[in-house]
């Protein structure tokens, strides 16, 4: 049982480059969120979903795309990378309405 | 709408002393509550949460939190700090059905020995 597991853990792009963050759990949760950490931020919600086919807009949601064709799988999809995208990402993972969310161990994103 | 304002982005204390953490939220809808803990470099644990029921919450590492709806609180506290305490800490809310999490900007906690 390895949780939510993201990959890469590091990555750097140049402006206008394109990637996907990966991310997988193998708990059979539902609800699978990504986030974006900045300092002084705090967290903020990019897109989740509740289930297999269905996705929705979080707080910042310019600039990125997800999908989730699986319960397991939810990418985050980076069109055309902005130096403003620079910041560290968490997936995360939740099975019940009262649940916490499990967070995966973050993506360091660099956009030179 | 949600939101959520933590009080100090910076606590210190020392080993053996009172952790007071302090968490107000905003809620249009009866709220779910969490308390996250980040150590250096690794993602959120979850300390604990309020859902329903008791107020009065108790989490892991000898963490608990009380919610108080009139104060729109959900304080953390832990009688005696020990030095593996020191992190960052989120508190987050969530209404209705509790798959949009809203986090605080978080308190890092420092204890000196």
């Known amino acids: 049982n390895a949780g939510v597991t993201q990959t890469p853990k590091f990555q750097v792009l140049k402006t206008g480059q394109s990637m996907t963050l990966q991310c997988a759990q193998d708990?059979?949760?539902?609800?699978m969120s990504w986030y974006r950490q900045d300092p002084g931020m705090g967290l903020r919600l990019i897109h989740y979903?509740?289930?297999?086919?269905?996705?929705d807009q979080g707080e910042v949601p310019n600039g990125y795309n997800v999908s989730r064709s699986t319960t397991e799988d939810f990418p985050l999809r980076l069109l055309s990378a902005a130096p403003s995208q620079t910041s560290v990402y968490f997936c995360a993972s939740k099975t019940t309405r009262q649940g916490g969310y499990t967070f995966g161990s973050g993506t360091r994103l660099t956009v030179v | 709408a949600q939101s959520v304002t933590q009080l100090g982005s910076h606590v210190s204390v020392s080993e053996g002393a009172l952790v007071l953490l302090r968490c107000n939220y905003s809620s249009s809808v009866p709220p779910y509550l969490f308390w996250y803990v980040q150590y250096p470099n690794q993602g959120l644990q979850l300390l604990l949460k309020?859902?329903?029921?008791?107020?009065l919450v108790k989490g892991i590492n000898g963490f608990e939190a009380e919610f108080k709806k009139s104060e729109t609180s959900f304080h953390l506290t832990k009688p005696s700090a020990h030095m593996s305490d020191a992190a960052e800490y989120f508190c987050?809310?969530?209404?209705?059905?509790?798959?949009?999490?809203?986090f605080g900007k978080g308190t890092l906690l420092t204890v000196n020995p």
């Open positions: 987050a809310v969530s209404g209705g059905s509790n798959y949009k999490l809203t």
């Open positions: 309020y859902t329903t029921g008791a107020t």
């Open positions: 979903s509740v289930g297999a086919g269905i996705t």
């Open positions: 708990m059979n949760h539902e609800y």
